[in-house]
């Protein structure tokens, strides 16, 4: 089992910068991928950013390309999402989540390839 919880959410203006972080529990932690999603009411979770276990790899949904970064820091379990220049569409609540690497079909930005889940971290960027 593994318990997340996100925090660094908040209300900013366009152009503005926010730092989500995501603590997790357990001691296998470095194992995991991780990954950002985000959703607004009455869309599916979207993907976001992923990482790999060891930190090497990253991908990123092509709309948040170039301006947020996702990293962690597995000795103190957290993953982090860095957002700049962020943009009134960018709002929505975000979810970190965990991919535990079991034989699975679905793709990396296909949210039923997540196993657990935070509770999530409202982000309102105003214009």
């Known amino acids: 089992q593994v318990q997340l919880v996100e925090s660094g959410g908040g209300l900013v203006q366009a152009g503005d910068s926010l730092r989500l972080s995501c603590a997790a529990s357990g001691r296998t932690f470095s194992s995991y991928a991780l990954a950002w999603f985000r959703q607004v009411p009455g869309n599916e979770r979207e993907f976001v950013a992923r990482i790999s276990s060891s930190g090497t790899s990253t991908n990123y949904a092509d709309s948040v390309k170039g301006r947020f970064t996702i990293s962690r820091d597995n000795a103190k379990n957290t993953v982090y999402l860095q957002m700049n220049s962020l943009r009134p569409e960018d709002t929505a609540v975000y979810y970190c989540?965990?991919?535990?690497?079991?034989?699975?079909?679905?793709?990396?930005?296909?949210?039923?390839?997540?196993?657990?889940w935070g509770q999530g971290s409202q982000v309102t960027v105003s214009s």
């Open positions: 989540a965990v991919d535990i690497a079991k034989l699975t079909s679905y793709s990396i930005v296909n949210l039923r390839r997540y196993d657990y």
